[in-house]
């Protein structure tokens, strides 16, 4: 089964150094990064700013070792991450995602 995770960055940079950990450290198979306008309520306040969006594909076996991992390594004081195991997947990408992490492949 295939899992999704999804977290905002302050810029690309930010974003692809994540993706890179997490793909070295076998969490990740792939991550897509896109650029986002973001309102969002911080402490008591209504903030806007551009940030950077990725989205994050993983095995569910993973999820949860690969969305603390996110944690850890997040460059926000309080990042906002997002992870959910995908109701329906193709074969072909159920298949690659369910191998990331196996010896071997």
Request: proline content about 5%; glycine content about 8%; aromatic content about 8%.
């Amino acid at each position: 089964m295939s899992a999704l995770i999804w977290s905002p960055f302050a810029n690309k940079e930010q974003a692809r150094d994540a993706a890179t950990t997490l793909l070295r450290e076998n969490l990740i198979g792939c991550a897509n990064m896109m650029p986002i306008d973001s309102v969002f309520q911080w402490e008591g306040e209504i903030e806007q700013g551009q940030e950077c969006g990725a989205l994050f594909k993983t095995s569910a076996d993973l999820l949860d070792q690969a969305v603390h991992r996110l944690e850890e390594i997040h460059p926000y004081e309080t990042p906002a991450i997002a992870g959910w195991k995908c109701d329906s997947a193709a074969a072909a990408t159920a298949a690659w995602l369910g191998s990331i992490g196996q010896p071997g492949k």
